[in-house]
């Protein structure tokens, strides 16, 4: 059983260490100043990932897995992620905290989130190239800039889509400089359409490929 999971053990084992790493080692900020730090921060769902691909399935259905990591992952947003969003804003809203440790916060919640799908996939007897595909297609979309898009367009605050995206640190990291409205759009269309062909681009094709 060791032997089966030990890609699994291994990048789990280095997934909560580069979490440890990111979290408590690093600044911890809402800013991302380089690229570097912005690649960093994506290594532990990276290796999550890979450690949930190479879960053997066989393994998860004999110990009866998804009887136990559903409901864990489950408490988890119950019981931590939900009260210390509540928690966040209570703070923010009787001055004791910023907006800064709510986005913090979601941060977290994302990967998390992103993890927890893939690993209620694979211990549902989803396969490993399904594992990888739907979690680099969700990482690229994570950071792809959808979600500044949708928050800018949801905020009543303002009467138009910004013309320069200062906050978005992790396209300015990219681009190398802040992204202007147009230079958003496109950064949000190239990422999409990757998260598309790895989800859809058929395994014959890319075999093709390197074969030729």
Known sequence: MIKANLVTLVAGVVAVA???????????EQDITTLWGFLVKLTPQLAAIVAVAWLDVETARRLRLHLLV??????GFLLYFVPATFMAAMDIEDGSGTFEDLYLHVVVFVPFLIVALL??????????EGVLRTGLAM???????????????????????????TWADHITVRLGHPAT??????????????????????????SRRRQA
């Open 139 to 165: 990482t690229i979309l994570h950071v792809s800039g959808l979600e500044d898009l949708v928050a800018v367009s949801m905020n009543r605050r303002l009467s138009a889509i910004p013309e320069v995206w």
């Open 70 to 75: 559903l409901p864990a992952l489950f408490l």
């Open 119 to 128: 690993l209620a996939h694979r211990v549902g007897g989803g396969s490993r």
């Open 18 to 28: 580069l979490a440890g790493l990111v979290r408590f080692v690093l600044p911890y």
């Open 181 to 206: 409205r147009t230079e958003a759009y496109v950064f949000i269309a190239v990422h999409v359409v990757a998260a598309l062909l790895v989800l859809f681009v058929p395994r014959r094709l890319v």
